[in-house]
């Protein structure tokens, strides 16, 4: 998707974000050398009116 899509390449060390639609959660995708890192964040405790 991203080689696709943002016309990036994502071995080269750049950090993409992807929020979803309903902003509550964040994915990160990173090379670290060896392979791709998805990291995954649920964003409840920092929307606003969210407790």
């Not at 309903?22 to 606003?48: C, E, H, Q, Y």
């Amino acid at each position: 998707m991203v080689q696709s899509a943002l016309a990036q390449d994502p071995f080269t060390g750049t950090v993409f974000v992807f929020r979803a639609k309903r902003a509550d959660r964040m994915k990160i995708l990173f090379w670290d050398g060896s392979g791709l890192v998805p990291l995954g964040t649920l964003l409840r405790n920092a929307l606003p009116g969210s407790g």
